[in-house]
């Protein structure tokens, strides 16, 4: 039997994000809520002002989140994955409480509790998405016990971190490589998960609740098209004034060039 | 009674469901998925495909059930991207299936409402129009039609467009890189003889030092960033010319951040030391330069004093930087596009291209110049000419367009993508509304419609067959994975009703685009070797292919060992565009000679990694999730000087207008500029992509090639 572990070389990692969609998509999380995450933190001697650190649930050893389910519905499988039966789900939502990384949250959709599980719902058998589509590779994934897999080979050869949240106990099977800022994660709740947390100026931005527009917009474009009545007319919308300025002077040349848009 | 709506409805809507989403979403409990879930007893079919977007043109799986798309994956055949993708390009998932879609074709009525018609009578009314022109002004109505590019599914909708325009002997499509990647595309094809890129992106693995010249490559193509790491891990030098701090620079070894718009300053630097130093082979740089002798007196006043004071630079990083390059045996440039978004952009970048003659680095492994946007394949005018015989008419530019425009000279604008890619954008609005007749092919109500007399709604790519083109001269080829909705049609299929119907006799007949491909094969020479069986075979394929079997041509353009100019050579003082010694601030920036004092600080606008342009990408929840709409990046000591705070609205003004935004505080801009984003889009539902176009209140600057976006003065005053 395969021993699946994910380790993330960090310092790669750019924070562009696509992991997050790429799973988003193949797992069917709405979109504002994500089963991974990118941790940033603000760092000056850092290249590009942050450090990045990309999450996911840990997969722990002895989890917490098993321990807490009333239902006996999350257990931690011998492929070395921690995964979550729906069907016996009641979504009484302890065992997202439980969880020191705020990995799980609960899918409004299904009612019941959700997270990483390798893409092994979706897609058995193919390497998970958020692996799939990051254009650094920092995500490596595979089974630790094949000594020729990849991730067998940078966790024999790299120095493994374990990123623990203080006095959680927590046993992760996650592994950062050689380095990740922050190696350590406050005690009792860290920040939460949805998407939004992620933002850069979070704080300073009103959440306007676009997913829902989404799912009222098919009315709305029916509206469109066959609105009940005809409403009151008004002029096209004229651009505010503008002020003339430079003046087309010179004849420029149009040479055709190859650029697409 | 008449299908009809307002925009008033519209924004009525709009705002009724934007108050209820605040208050559903603040409760924080409803959130709704937009993929597709099929039942699980559906089959799941993989088909190839790839993103309409940036020039990476990533080929993609998607998995196919119940008739949709649930979810693209990176194609990992893909010898360019090695199955990564970016954001943006997933978002099309979203996309195909956007509750927001306007898929049945209308027409916009005087009075500003929108009458619904048939996809029939739609190609019926721009035909008639067409004839209509042709009647009225004979051999000159060519000029009285244009139409702005990209059409967004393929190639071959390109050819059927250029045909639909060539039956009235138009030849006015205006390509939308003439705002991006115009000024280096057009100074690459003068001084080269090859307007795009001269060799290719795995070619930088080959190179002692890779020089970024303003080359965001991880923002803006992502999946090039592992060539970026790859290079790194071999040793091979990145340096890094950009003002601002992005991702790119963690990829680097050494980052210079000029003044915005002070770059020419630092080449024509380059080119005085390495002069000074004799650090070049005299006997190759004649090989290339053909009046050699100018260049020592065109950069001799640039001394190390005066370009660091100019640029910003301390002495010490250009001696580094300057070193570095009279050193390396085999250098790579990578221009960035904002070199040709200012107004000095033509200087610059001709001093970059003669400082890599001189040091040798354009023929050969290892050595030469990247761009972005690049990658077209050529033989598409070859093949219109074929059928409409060869073309005298000069192509104008978009400045020559828009005055026709104001002068009530054009009778016909065929739409397809943004007008807000052109500065000074309420004025081409205002310009586009003295069009009798436009015609918008998109997928949204937006800007576009709002000034369009007729809307099309096309296809997404998903929704048709056809080849795509990337960077490398790639092609890929895709077949058609979903149906579209409505009345949608790919952009080959209306240009070609509208072609059939104008002229019949000469406009060719094929069903889709791959009798368009067999048309290139049969035609162009350069295509014979693109079978569409190797075509289908392939992730990619590197255009041209001159004989069937033959393989991909890979690096260097210059394999003959000379330039391709008709003399083999460059030259220094152009006739058309002079030396390289007047160096100039961009027009209007804040430091330049007739600058105001009321607007202090440089405006710089670029993409975001999540965002394509000013158009489709802002009409998704799933990169409306990663945004914060308008916002301005503010160095601290800048925001300290003008009491800001995060978070603060501040209005952002140039000498032409101004347009709210958020204050984000870093210090990965320098204090004297502030960057916001180029991507936001007023029409769009998503609140988080949601602000006036940036181009709004950009000033109406040109060179003599392409438009200015970046380093006019601008000032930011909170409210
Ligand atoms: S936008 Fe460019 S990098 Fe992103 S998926 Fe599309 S082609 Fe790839």
């Known amino acids: 039997m395969a021993h699946y572990i994910m380790a993330i070389d960090s310092e790669r990692c750019m924070n562009c994000k696509a992991c997050i969609i790429a799973c988003q998509q193949r797992n069917h999380v709405p979109y504002g809520l994500a089963r991974n995450w990118i941790r940033e933190t603000a760092c000056s001697t850092a290249p590009a002002g942050f450090r990045f650190q990309p999450g996911t649930c840990m997969h722990c050893d002895d989890p917490s989140c098993v321990r807490a389910c009333p239902t006996a519905a999350t257990w931690k499988d011998s492929d070395g994955s921690v995964k979550i039966d729906v069907s016996r789900c009641i979504g009484c939502g302890s065992c997202i409480k439980a969880c020191p990384y705020h990995a799980r949250f609960l899918n409004p959709q299904s009612g019941t509790a959700d997270k990483c599980d390798y893409c092994q719902g979706s897609t058995p058998g193919e390497v998970p998405a958020c692996v799939a589509v990051c254009p650094t590779h920092c995500r490596i994934f595979g089974d630790a016990d094949d000594p020729g897999s990849e991730v067998a080979g940078v966790l024999a050869t790299r120095k493994p971190i374990h990123v623990i949240p203080k006095n959680s106990g927590a046993r992760p099977t996650l592994t950062y490589l050689d380095a990740t800022t922050p190696e350590i994660l406050p005690e009792g709740p860290t920040e939460s998960r949805p998407v939004e947390a992620m933002r850069p100026m979070a704080k300073a931005v009103t959440w306007i609740g676009g997913l829902v527009l989404a799912a009222l917009g098919g009315t709305f474009v029916r509206q469109l098209l066959w609105p009940s009545a005809r409403e009151e007319e008004e002029p096209a919308a004229n651009a505010a004034g503008h002020r003339a300025s430079n003046r087309a002077r010179e004849e420029g040349t149009a040479e055709d060039h190859r650029g697409q848009s | ?719």
Request: net charge positive; with cysteine.
């Open chain 2, 1 to 719: 009674m008449q299908d009809a709506y307002s925009r008033r409805n519209f924004l009525k809507l709009s705002a009724a469901l934007l108050a209820g989403g605040a208050a559903i979403a603040g409760s924080g409990t409803r959130a709704e998925a937009i993929g597709h879930v099929a039942g699980p007893a559906q089959r799941v079919f993989e088909i190839k495909g790839y993103c309409p977007f940036c020039q990476v043109r990533c080929t993609y799986k998607a998995r196919v059930q119940g008739g949709r798309i649930v979810s693209l994956t990176g194609d990992a055949d893909n010898y360019w991207t090695g199955g990564a993708m970016c954001p943006k390009g997933m978002s099309m998932v979203e996309l195909v299936n956007s509750p927001y879609r306007i898929t049945e074709p209308m027409y916009h009525e005087a009075n500003g409402s929108w009458r619904r018609i048939s996809y029939r009578e739609a190609v019926g009314m721009v035909a008639d129009r067409m004839k209509d022109v042709v009647q009225r002004h004979g051999d000159k109505a060519g000029n009285r039609v244009a139409m702005t590019m990209p059409l967004w599914d393929c190639l071959e909708s390109e050819v059927a467009a250029l045909m639909a325009l060539r039956t009235v002997g138009c030849v006015q499509a205006l390509p939308p890189g003439e705002t991006c990647v115009s000024t280096a595309s057009n100074m690459l094809g003068d001084m080269l003889g090859v307007n795009s890129g001269t060799t290719q992106v795995d070619d930088i693995c080959n190179a002692r030092t890779l020089v970024l010249w303003g080359a965001n490559v991880s923002d803006l193509y992502p999946p090039y960033t592992r060539w970026l790491a790859k290079t790194r891990e071999q040793g091979v030098k990145i340096v890094y010319v950009d003002p601002r701090k992005t991702r790119t620079s963690m990829w680097c070894s050494q980052q210079l951040r000029p003044v915005p718009g002070t770059d020419g300053m630092l080449a024509l630097g380059a080119i005085a030391y390495i002069l000074n130093k004799g650090a070049y082979n005299e006997e190759r740089a004649r090989f290339q330069i053909e009046d050699f002798d100018n260049l020592k007196p065109q950069s001799a006043s640039a001394t190390m004093d005066k370009v660091a004071s100019i640029t910003g630079i301390s002495e010490e990083e250009l001696g580094t930087f300057y070193e570095t390059l009279a050193a390396s045996e085999r250098t790579i440039v990578w221009l960035g596009g904002s070199l040709s978004r200012q107004s000095n952009g033509i200087g610059t970048v001709r001093s970059i291209i003669l400082l890599q003659a001189l040091r040798d680095n354009l023929i050969g492994q290892g050595k030469g110049m990247l761009t972005f946007q690049s990658g077209k394949p050529g033989g598409i005018d070859e093949l219109v000419d074929h059928f409409f015989g060869e073309n005298a008419t000069p192509k104008l530019n978009f400045r020559r367009i828009r005055l026709a425009m104001e002068k009530g000279r054009l009778d016909i604008l065929f739409l397809n993508s943004s007008y807000r890619r052109y500065p000074d954008a309420r004025g081409v609005r205002k310009a586009i509304e003295k069009v009798p007749f436009v015609v918008h092919m998109g997928f949204f109500l937006d800007e576009e419609s709002e000034v369009s007399t007729l809307f099309i709604p096309a296809a997404f790519g998903p929704e048709s067959a056809g080849c795509g083109y990337g960077n490398e001269n790639q092609l890929a080829w895709r077949e058609q994975i979903v149906r579209a909705p409505g009345s949608c049609v790919p952009a080959w299929q209306f240009y070609r009703d509208v072609g059939r119907l104008v002229d019949p006799r000469r406009y060719p007949d094929f069903e889709g685009p791959e009798d368009i491909c067999r048309m290139m094969q049969a035609h162009v020479p350069s295509w014979k070797g693109i079978t569409m069986e190797r075509l289908k075979a392939s992730s990619t394929l590197v255009w041209p292919i001159y004989e069937q079997g033959a393989a991909e041509r890979k690096g260097t353009v210059f394999s003959e060992g000379r330039l391709l100019t008709p003399s083999g050579k460059m030259r220094v003082q152009d006739r058309v565009f002079g030396g390289i010694n007047r160096w100039t601030y961009p027009k209007g920036h804040p430091l330049g000679r007739k600058a105001s004092k009321d607007f202090p600080l440089i405006l710089l606008q670029g993409k975001q990694l999540w965002h394509w342009q000013q158009t489709l990408t802002n009409f998704t929840h799933s990169m409306g999730q990663f945004s914060n709409g308008r916002f301005v990046q503010v160095h601290p000591k800048t925001a300290a000087g003008l009491g800001l705070q995060e978070g603060d609205r501040v209005l952002l003004e140039t000498a032409v207008g101004g347009l709210e935004a958020l204050v984000e505080i870093s210090e990965n801009v320098r204090p004297d500029f502030v960057f916001t984003p180029a991507n936001c889009c007023r029409t769009t539902p998503v609140r988080e992509n949601c602000s006036p176009s940036i181009c709004d209140i950009l000033p109406n600057s040109w060179d003599r090639i392409s438009a200015q976006h970046n380093g006019t003065g601008c000032r930011l005053r909170k409210i």
